[in-house]
């Protein structure tokens, strides 16, 4: 099975086998043309797979409302006949969750919540062992939680979680902390270049102990075990599976998230619920991807 992962900057294309380990992977920021990176990436694919690629792969998008990504969407059909699963694009966070509870932290379990932050804010529900779509394919955009009662500009554009949140937000946060006064390790870093800024240099501030970095890192938990806790309230799971920074940066934000979570739950809740940190890493939308080309859909 071939699994494919797509957002504007970055493609990511896994062959797996029917029990779900990787047998080649490629992938390739996107540059000028995402059509070409993701041609390539099957390409390198097809030749390191031990059979011929099928007629049918899977695809997760991180962006539906993407014009670029559409536009390869529609390449990927014609390449395969037309019978790509393609047509029915599935959201990142919705093939991660089912990848998740495939073959990674949530192997088995049957009401899975996935919640995973980096650079997107994503997410997905399995319910009873299926992924959950919702009506139009929307069912799982995480960015658009609202947190926040102040009506923001950035908010309307990509959601209130992923501006609060993701890597971008992070950075703006660490900025304004620092335009207002505070000064952080970050600033030698960098050098005091804000455009060169990433979240991983907050973070590893954090790790070493940088207390503009540590507040900028418990703001962000916060609202992270918010959106957790709700999305728990709504599914009910058995399981809510934390990817993304939540994953990598689990010595930080993990005991923090865990936390806010149990402050915004009722105790039966919270001590029935399990938290587990995602396992299957990039490649989780992908995987998800090519297992949906035969798992059924609601």
Not at 12 to 33: E, N, T, W
Not at 97 to 102: F, Y
Request: glycine share 10%.
């Amino acid at each position: 099975m071939i699994g494919v992962e797509l957002d504007e900057a970055r493609v990511c294309v896994v062959g797996v086998d029917d029990q779900g380990q990787v047998l080649a992977r490629a992938s390739a920021d996107a540059g000028a043309d995402l059509g070409a990176a993701a041609a390539k990436a099957l390409d390198d694919v097809q030749r390191a797979m031990p059979a011929p690629l099928p007629g049918v792969i899977g695809v997760a998008v991180a962006n539906p409302e993407s014009a670029s990504t559409a536009a390869v969407v529609s390449q990927l059909a014609l390449r395969f006949g037309g019978s790509v699963s393609a047509n029915r694009a599935v959201l990142s966070g919705t093939a991660a969750a089912a990848a998740e509870a495939w073959v990674g932290a949530a192997r088995g379990v049957k009401d899975v919540v996935f919640f995973a932050v980096d650079q997107h804010t994503t997410g997905g529900i399995v319910r009873d062992g299926a992924a959950m779509t919702g009506a139009r394919g929307r069912a799982g955009l995480m960015a658009w939680l609202s947190l926040n009662p102040v009506e923001r500009e950035d908010y309307r554009k990509i959601g209130c979680l992923e501006a609060e949140v993701a890597a971008a937000g992070i950075v703006r946060r660490m900025i304004w902390r620092i335009k207002a006064g505070d000064r952080s390790r970050v600033q030698d870093v960098i050098k005091d270049d804000f455009s060169a800024m990433t979240a991983q240099h907050v973070l590893d501030a954090a790790r070493n102990g940088d207390g503009v970095s540590i507040s900028v890192v418990r703001d962000t938990a916060k609202y992270l075990g918010m959106a957790a806790a709700n999305l728990v309230v709504i599914a009910d799971p058995e399981m809510l599976v934390l990817g993304g920074i939540m994953a990598s940066a689990a010595d930080l934000l993990i005991d923090p998230i865990r936390t806010e979570i149990a402050r915004r739950l009722p105790k039966v809740m919270m001590d029935a619920l399990k938290i587990e940190t995602a396992t299957l890493g990039a490649d989780a939308a992908a995987i998800g991807a090519a297992h949906l080309v035969t798992a059924a859909l609601p």
